[in-house]
């Protein structure tokens, strides 16, 4: 089995009054192409799939184009919002998507959902932050991104028979960061690697930069 992750497309883009929807097509080409090309059965795509909350029509039906096509190649997707995603935008008609192969999950309601395609457990983990967790767990004290990742991770039962690959769209401490990335103050955000030991494979993303596995 192969799999392919991507991350941050930030489709809708623009830079200094500038669109940059022209390149952002023609990266799409290239990611089908490339999945075409190695036979990929499964794309990870984790976060920040628009630049903003409410996208420009022409990023809308450029989603739309590429997930049609990797649809077409019979590629299972599966896609969780990040922090400049609208949840419930992004997540509207996901009940009827799962039929074609995708599966967008970007509201995060208390539980994890996952899914097992052939000998892999993905877990789709959409962008979280305290607020949006603390009434899941009203005994526990969640203040900072990482006491909340710790919440809800804890309510992940693992199968030791299986692969088990998440998709986290988060600052992760100590990674490589660049200057396109917002950062907050006093780095409340950032979140420990270590909280994903239990997993073979974590799809980041939120960070731009590559990042070397250790």
């Given amino acids: 089995m192969k799999m392919m992750h991507i991350?941050?497309?930030?489709?809708?883009?623009?830079?200094?009054?500038?669109?940059?929807?022209?390149?952002?097509?023609?990266?799409?080409?290239?990611?089908?192409?490339r999945?075409?090309?190695?036979?990929?059965e499964v794309l990870l795509v984790s976060g920040?799939?628009?630049?903003?909350?409410?996208?420009?029509?022409?990023a809308v039906l450029l989603l739309n184009s590429f997930l049609n096509r990797l649809s077409g190649l019979h590629v299972e997707v599966f896609m969780v919002?990040?922090?400049?995603?609208?949840?419930?935008?992004l997540q509207f008609g996901s009940e009827f998507f799962e039929q074609a192969g995708i599966h967008i999950v970007s509201v995060y309601d208390g539980t994890i959902a996952s899914c097992r395609y052939?000998?892999?457990?993905?877990?789709?983990?959409?962008?979280?932050?305290?607020?949006i967790v603390r009434p899941y767990f009203p005994e526990e004290e969640i203040r900072t991104y990482e006491e909340a990742m710790r919440c809800v991770l804890s309510t992940i039962r693992l199968d030791p028979q299986t692969v088990h690959i998440a998709l986290v769209h988060q600052?992760?401490?100590?990674?490589?960061?660049?200057?396109?990335?917002?950062?907050?103050?006093?780095?409340?955000?950032?979140?420990?690697?270590?909280l994903f030991d239990m997993f073979d494979y974590v799809?980041?993303?939120?960070?731009?930069?590559?990042?070397?596995v250790r």
């Fill in 7 to 33: 991350s941050d497309l930030h489709l809708g883009k623009t830079v200094h009054g500038f669109s940059m929807l022209e390149e952002q097509a023609d990266m799409l080409d290239q990611i089908v192409e």
């Fill in 35 to 40: 999945v075409e090309k190695n036979e990929i």
């Fill in 48 to 58: 920040d799939i628009y630049d903003r909350s409410v996208p420009p029509e022409s």
């Fill in 81 to 89: 919002g990040g922090n400049h995603d609208s949840a419930i935008r």
């Fill in 118 to 131: 052939k000998n892999a457990d993905i877990y789709m983990i959409p962008f979280i932050k305290p607020s």
């Fill in 171 to 194: 600052f992760i401490a100590g990674s490589k960061t660049c200057e396109s990335e917002t950062k907050s103050v006093g780095g409340i955000d950032q979140i420990s690697a270590g």
């Fill in 203 to 212: 799809a980041l993303g939120h960070l731009h930069s590559y990042q070397s």
